[in-house]
């Protein structure tokens, strides 16, 4: 009964901003990691940035700088913040839910096109 829906995708020049929202239900929020994959040319998912529990975080080395990862326990909700968009970021963004490390099911995922 977990539900992770995405939200916030769409057409972006490169070199400009989006936000990415998950909003989260059928879990205690506040427990599990979020994490946002994107699967950009073929099916692999590849992580871009996750944040714990306790709001440490981790990054892919591609978006470091770029983009910013964050959460609000009280609206069940992670973001993910992109900026100086490249084309490939370009993908399907998919948020997740961990546990112990077990994930709990993806989003529907929401587009990102970064094109000019």
């Known amino acids: 009964q977990v539900q992770l829906v995405e939200s916030g995708g769409g057409l972006v020049q490169p070199g400009g901003s989006m936000r990415l929202s998950c909003a989260a239900s059928g879990i205690i929020f506040r427990l599990y990691t979020m994490a946002w994959y994107r699967q950009g040319s073929g099916k692999q998912r590849d992580l871009v940035a996750a944040i714990t529990s306790g709001s440490s975080t981790n990054y892919a080395d591609s978006v470091k700088g770029r983009f910013t990862i964050s959460r609000d326990n009280t609206k069940n909700t992670v973001y993910l913040q992109m900026n100086n968009l490249r084309p490939g970021d370009t993908g399907v963004y998919y948020c997740?839910?961990?546990?112990?490390?077990?994930?709990?099911?993806w989003g529907q995922g929401t587009q990102v096109t970064v094109s000019s």
């Open positions: 997740t839910a961990e546990f112990r490390g077990k994930g709990n099911g």
